[in-house]
């Protein structure tokens, strides 16, 4: 194994997902590619979730991360070479391949690779380089934005409760858009904390209606 390669097979698991995206965090420090942690988890929460949901739960697969030039490749590797990963843009009512969408929104590239006995699927990600003059936004900011983008066309979730792997990965999901959007307030001169502090007290406000009706 190359210094600026690594990789690691896994059962295609929900349970699987917060310890890939630990080792992920792990190398990209030591390849001193901070900036990129957030998005890479991204795409390998989606990418993992992506082999559970159109191959199955359990299927051998193998994650592959590379260090390039200008960035980092992200590859997972399934066995089976039927079930591609498609954009959908079903608009609203859909409930599916919202996923590669996600990853067009944040990476540079994706695409897939059909091998004799296996599935590639990829992303790249592209460090962008520091100008002092015009600094590059945070990637947390920048997915946020691009989250923003998204949530416009899609405005609802599957439904609640309807597989434990979909409410584990949905978690997932939650706690980075949540993360990203913090720090765009932050990025946007706003009080994240007042601003979570009015979300929350909403929230009980509906909460309460509910109840009461």
Known sequence: MSPGRWKLRFLAEAEEVAALRSAL????????LEGLIETAQLCVSELVSNV??????GTPAELIVSKERAGLRIEVHDPDTRALPTLRNEGVDS???????????VTDRWGVQLLADKKVTWCELTM??????HPVAAPGVTRAEA??????????????GSSR???????????DVITDF??????????EEEVLDRAQRRFENQSAMSVVN
């Open 147 to 160: 989250l923003l983008d998204l949530y416009a066309v899609v405005t609802r979730a599957d439904e609640p």
């Open 165 to 175: 792997l979909g409410t584990a990965l949905a978690e997932e999901a939650v706690i």
């Open 95 to 105: 409930e599916s391949g919202r996923g590669m969408d996600l990853i067009t929104a």
């Open 128 to 133: 962008a380089p520091v100008d002092q003059d």
């Open 25 to 32: 965090r792990v190398h990209l420090g030591r390849w001193d």
């Open 182 to 191: 913090l720090h765009w307030l932050r990025a946007h001169g706003s009080d």
């Open 52 to 57: 559970i949901t159109h191959v199955g739960p």
